[in-house]
């Protein structure tokens, strides 16, 4: 069975840092590209991040910067490395396994449970 | 910057049709935006109902079908069934490694 477990969630105060993990089992995680997604309370989905098989990384707007995605294949993890965090950064944070192994435009279709961020003074 | 618009809700009858789209204010839409739609309940992470445009992810079943209807992607429940009222995302890809999702559809089964 295909799971992804994200990890590394908690409180930390504005202008703070944290990093994310997501670890994958049940397919050959080298194979496929990665997302981060989040939601802010009460908002919709916000795609944050995605790697790809070939190494390439992506970042929204919102993020460019302070967020940094790196994936480490012999221990099937992801992370998120978010630095200078702001308020508007308090979401849940999910992973995403990509759709079709080899590429990386095609969507996800796999994700995690998600873990809370929460950027508070 | 684009912006992906989808209808902030719909209604749909126990045992109706309904059709939901997704936009791009940058243009149409193609199967080259490999449009995607996610299902997400309160409190749960999303699920992956197509992707792709039109391929269904496993597990989900046939009466969720999607496609491109004009210049936008479309997301259509036949049958519609009372757990089937849920939030409802598309997450489109815009080239570059950048993708941006719709602000989602609340779907009401009444």
């Known amino acids: 069975e295909v799971q992804l477990l994200e990890s590394g969630g908690g409180l930390v105060q504005p202008g703070g840092s944290l990093r994310l993990s997501c670890a994958a089992s049940g397919f050959t995680f080298s194979n496929y590209a990665m997302t981060w997604v989040r939601q802010a309370p009460g908002k919709g989905l916000e795609w944050v991040s995605g790697?790809?098989?070939?190494?390439?990384?992506y970042y929204a707007d919102s993020v460019k910067g302070r967020f940094t995605i790196s994936r480490d294949n012999s221990k099937n993890t992801l992370y998120l490395q978010m630095n200078s965090l702001r308020a508007e950064d308090m979401a849940v944070y999910y992973c995403a396994k990509g759709a079709v192994g080899g590429t990386y435009y095609h969507g996800v279709d796999v994700w995690g449970q998600g873990t809370t961020v929460t950027v508070s003074s | 910057q684009t912006v992906v618009t989808q209808e902030p809700s719909f209604s749909v009858s126990p045992g109706g049709t309904v059709t939901l789209t997704c936009a791009l204010s940058?243009?149409?839409?193609?199967?080259?935006?490999?449009p995607s739609w996610y299902q997400q309940t309160p409190g749960q992470a999303p699920r992956t109902l197509i992707y792709?445009?039109?391929t269904r992810s496993s597990g989900v079943p046939d009466r969720f079908s999607g496609s491109i209807l004009g210049n936008k992607a479309a997301l259509t429940i036949t049958g519609a069934q009372a757990d089937d009222e849920s939030d409802y995302y598309c997450l489109m890809y815009l080239g570059s490694g950048i993708y941006v999702f719709g602000g989602g559809t609340k779907l009401t089964v009444l």
């Open positions: 790697f790809s098989v070939s190494g390439s990384t």
């Open positions: 940058s243009g149409s839409v193609s199967t080259n935006s490999y």
């Open positions: 792709s445009t039109n």
